[in-house]
């Protein structure tokens, strides 16, 4: 049935292509792309301008070490315990009762 709307479906759509594309023309049209006469012209460099806020109320001191910002790294199971963990859980883990099969 899938396969049959599928189908169905690419016909309709080559169908509907092939009736657009008669009104395409097949005559050469010359592509116009617009210039930009101060794209690359030489010009003086402008002034330095700063990105940082003007505030009088900052204040800082001395440097803090890295270990004081980072997370401390979870403490790693050893792969084996994990299996073992999960073979459990799925010998633990109730069964179907009934099987459907569609």
């Given at each position: 049935m899938k396969a049959t709307l599928f189908?169905?479906?690419f016909l309709c759509a080559t169908a509907?292509?092939?009736?657009?594309a008669s009104s395409l023309s097949n005559e050469p049209q010359?592509?116009?792309i617009s210039s930009h006469p101060l794209h690359a012209s030489q010009r003086s460099m402008q002034r330095e301008q700063t990105l940082f806020i003007t505030s009088n109320s900052v204040y800082g001191r001395g440097e803090r070490?890295?270990?004081e910002f980072a997370a401390k790294a979870p403490a790693e199971i050893p792969l084996g315990d994990v299996a073992r963990l999960l073979r459990n859980q799925h010998a633990i883990a109730r069964k179907a009762t009934r099987v459907v099969e569609q």
């Open positions: 189908a169905l479906f509907a292509l092939g009736q657009s010359a592509i116009q070490p890295l270990w």
